[in-house]
């Protein structure tokens, strides 16, 4: 079932991940990837949009129930959809939260965390956001994270931006948190899909200060993606 905050945990400070309903789940898990890697404790929030996108993105159920099964399931795939393209997740330091619990440990200012990541955002995640309605647990840690001034980053995925958004974005953008569209660039020498969308994790990792070795960083020398090794997707 999901987590319930347990006594002695000690100095655990988790990165909040929030996966909203907009495209782009294959985001989220290089983001989880590179959290789990690096060391970092995570708590996960899934919305109920997003378990639709999961299933449709990638043919997983994400149950409550079997949050756990379903999570490493989740982040073997790789973006090109390739089952067990990852190595099992160690899932030590990860805890879940329903989207639905407003009771839930990071409701709470008092909640210790180290900031959130929403991977991706959707538009009405974005507007519940930036007009405050915390309508699931989603958007309330979301709003606690900027009262309580921690790192928020809101990686937009939709394309075209209307008016509406654009000004819902610069208000996240006033309140303190780094609006990061899923937009991945192509001068780290990307030569398959799991690069591209590497790269856009990395950049959201690179936001909050978590080291990671997601894509290959410029170094100010022309035409160096194109000489660049590439390698094939991920066995």
Request: glycine share 12%; net charge neutral; hydrophobic share 45%.
């Amino acid at each position: 079932m999901p987590a319930r905050e347990e006594p002695g945990d000690g100095g655990r400070r988790p990165w909040v991940v929030g996966v909203s309903g907009a495209s782009g789940t294959p985001f989220a898990a290089a983001v989880l990837r590179g959290l789990i890697d690096a060391g970092e404790a995570v708590d996960l929030v899934v919305s109920r949009a997003s378990r639709l996108t999961l299933l449709d993105e990638t043919g997983i159920a994400f149950r409550d129930a079997h949050w756990q099964d379903d999570l490493r399931e989740w982040l073997a795939r790789g973006a090109d959809g390739k089952p067990r393209a990852f190595p099992a997740a160690d899932l030590a330091g990860v805890r879940y939260w329903s989207a639905g619990d407003l009771a839930a440990g990071p409701s709470s200012g008092s909640y210790p965390v180290k900031g959130m990541l929403i991977v991706p955002a959707s538009t009405a995640a974005v507007a519940g956001v930036a007009l405050g309605l915390s309508k699931d647990l989603l958007q309330r840690v979301a709003s606690v994270t900027l009262k309580e001034r921690r790192p928020l980053v809101v990686a937009v995925r939709e394309t075209p931006l209307n008016g509406q958004t654009l000004r819902h974005l610069v208000t996240l953008d006033d309140a303190g948190a780094v609006v990061l569209p899923a937009s991945p660039a192509f001068y780290a020498g990307a030569a398959h899909i799991q690069d591209l969308v590497d790269f856009v994790a990395g950049r959201a990792l690179d936001a909050v200060g978590v080291p990671h070795t997601l894509y290959r960083r410029w170094a100010g020398e022309l035409g160096s993606a194109a000489r660049a090794d590439r390698p094939g997707p991920p066995a």
